[in-house]
């Protein structure tokens, strides 16, 4: 006769949505806090890395270095939310340039779809860090090129012409 072996059970909920859909953070002592927003502390340089928990006053209530110690449901509401939180189209190709003074007109196609946007001028367009540029548009909106090596032919000659 086999005995199965003890199931362990799971961690406690330590992320609940309430019934406006704002996220709340259960802390060590028991207490529940919220809402809270979840805030990528690296997110472009290290994207899916550590993320804090910012209070209903602007206050950290929480800092997860790594969000391995959370159950499998929390950790999918957590990415929900943060997703929901955080917009930073990735530009994937240039299709048009109205012009290469600035301001001048971009189309562009993204991981959101396709957008125009007016650049401001050729300091909107940041190096912030190897192989990485932010362009900023003329609302504030950043849009994000990971690797401008890796975009075709025609959308690096549209981009060098601004650098």
Not at 55 to 69: Q, S
Not at 117 to 130: C, M, N, Q, S, Y
Not at 139 to 146: A, F, H, S, T
């Given at each position: 006769m086999t005995v199965a072996a003890p199931v362990d059970n799971p961690p406690?909920?330590?992320?609940?949505?309430?019934?406006?859909?704002?996220l709340h953070w259960r802390g060590d002592d028991g207490?529940?806090?919220g809402p809270v927003t979840p805030v990528r502390a690296f997110p472009i340089?290290?994207?899916?890395g550590e993320v804090a928990l910012v209070g209903p006053h602007g206050h950290e209530v929480a800092y997860l270095a790594t969000l391995d110690g959370?159950?499998?449901?929390?950790?999918?509401?957590?990415l929900q939310h943060l997703q929901r939180h955080a917009f930073l189209p990735?530009?994937?190709r240039l299709v048009e340039v109205s012009s290469f003074a600035t301001p001048?007109?971009?189309t562009v196609?993204?991981?959101?779809?396709?957008?125009?946007?007016?650049?401001?001028?050729?300091?909107?367009?940041?190096?912030i860090a190897p192989g990485v540029l932010l362009v900023q548009d003329a609302y504030g909106v950043q849009y994000l090129i990971r690797d401008?090596?890796?975009?075709?032919?025609?959308?690096?000659?549209?981009?060098?012409?601004?650098?």
């Amino acid at each position: 006769m086999t005995v199965a072996a003890p199931v362990d059970n799971p961690p406690p909920a330590r992320l609940r949505e309430d019934a406006l859909g704002r996220l709340h953070w259960r802390g060590d002592d028991g207490q529940w806090c919220g809402p809270v927003t979840p805030v990528r502390a690296f997110p472009i340089q290290a994207p899916h890395g550590e993320v804090a928990l910012v209070g209903p006053h602007g206050h950290e209530v929480a800092y997860l270095a790594t969000l391995d110690g959370l159950s499998a449901d929390d950790r999918a509401l957590l990415l929900q939310h943060l997703q929901r939180h955080a917009f930073l189209p990735r530009i994937t190709r240039l299709v048009e340039v109205s012009s290469f003074a600035t301001p001048s007109t971009w189309t562009v196609d993204t991981d959101r779809g396709r957008t125009r946007f007016v650049l401001k001028g050729e300091e909107d367009i940041r190096r912030i860090a190897p192989g990485v540029l932010l362009v900023q548009d003329a609302y504030g909106v950043q849009y994000l090129i990971r690797d401008p090596h890796t975009l075709d032919r025609h959308s690096r000659r549209l981009l060098d012409r601004f650098m």
